[in-house]
């Protein structure tokens, strides 16, 4: 899943891992556990995470290249958040070996309404869900409806550093989106849309190119 900070990726990330068994793989996610934890790399991330720029590649790379190693990911998995710079996205045609290729989706959402998003964007401290600003009262809801662990806002999810984030997207990520766009896999859709036409057009786009390229979707889990 591709897109800007913001753009949904996480929240339809998670949707789309959940109804079809997947393990959803989010290299943020794995870094603020990190940090949480107190570890030596999370230590060492934090300061770069906290100013929006990106974490080193390479570093990067091991971390994924390790997770979809486990025997959860062999039937499959969803990236969020990965890659996001064209070493990555390189790095990661070297790792995916003899596994089906890659469906690529690129969310599209203009920046004012990243901005806007990610200013009333929380998250629960225990589980990691996101609240969405779309048509609710963020500030409203006090505890996550998954867990009932309490809403933080990230520390990088000010307007100053969001915005700095934008920029490293369209300066490092963008150029990415090009290394995809000729590939039969990749799908571009409207992320500005309510979550649940996303999370249509989403399932619909990896059903198009499944169907293209004769891939076997997973079975659908039931509710
Ligand atoms: P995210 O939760 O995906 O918005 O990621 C939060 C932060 O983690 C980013 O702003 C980066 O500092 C770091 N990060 C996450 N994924 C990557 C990646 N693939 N490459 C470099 N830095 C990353």
Redesign the pocket.
């Known amino acids: 899943m591709l897109g800007p ?1 913001g753009a949904g990726k ?1 929240t339809q990330a998670e949707v789309f891992a959940r109804e079809f068994g997947l393990p959803k793989i ?4 794995i ?1 603020r556990e990190e940090m949480q934890s107190g570890s030596e790399l999370g230590r060492a991330v934090k300061a ?2 906290n100013r ?4 080193g590649d390479q570093l ?1 790379i091991g971390i994924v290249r390790e997770r979809l190693a486990r025997p959860d990911a062999v039937p499959g998995f969803v990236l ?6 064209v070493p ?1 996205a390189e790095a990661l045609d070297g790792l995916m070996g003899e596994r089906d290729p890659l469906i690529v989706v690129e969310m599209q959402v203009a920046d004012e309404e990243i901005v806007r998003r990610v200013k009333s964007r929380r998250v629960c401290s225990v589980c990691g869900a996101s609240v969405s600003a779309f048509g609710d009262r963020p500030h409203a809801v006090k505890r996550c409806q998954n867990c009932g662990g309490s809403l933080v806002t990230r520390a ?1 999810d000010t307007e100053t550093v969001v915005r700095e ?1 934008l920029k490293v997207y369209w300066r490092e990520t963008r150029p990415m989106i090009e290394y995809y766009r000729d590939r039969p896999t990749f799908r571009r859709l409207n992320g500005a849309q309510a979550p649940e036409s996303v999370r249509h057009d989403l399932e619909a786009a990896v059903f198009a190119v499944a169907e293209g390229l004769k891939l076997v979707v997973p079975p659908r889990r039931p509710a």
């Open positions: 900070p996480g989010s290299t943020g996610d870094l770069v995470m929006g720029e990106l974490v990067i969020d958040g990965f890659p996001r710079t990555q990088d984030r």
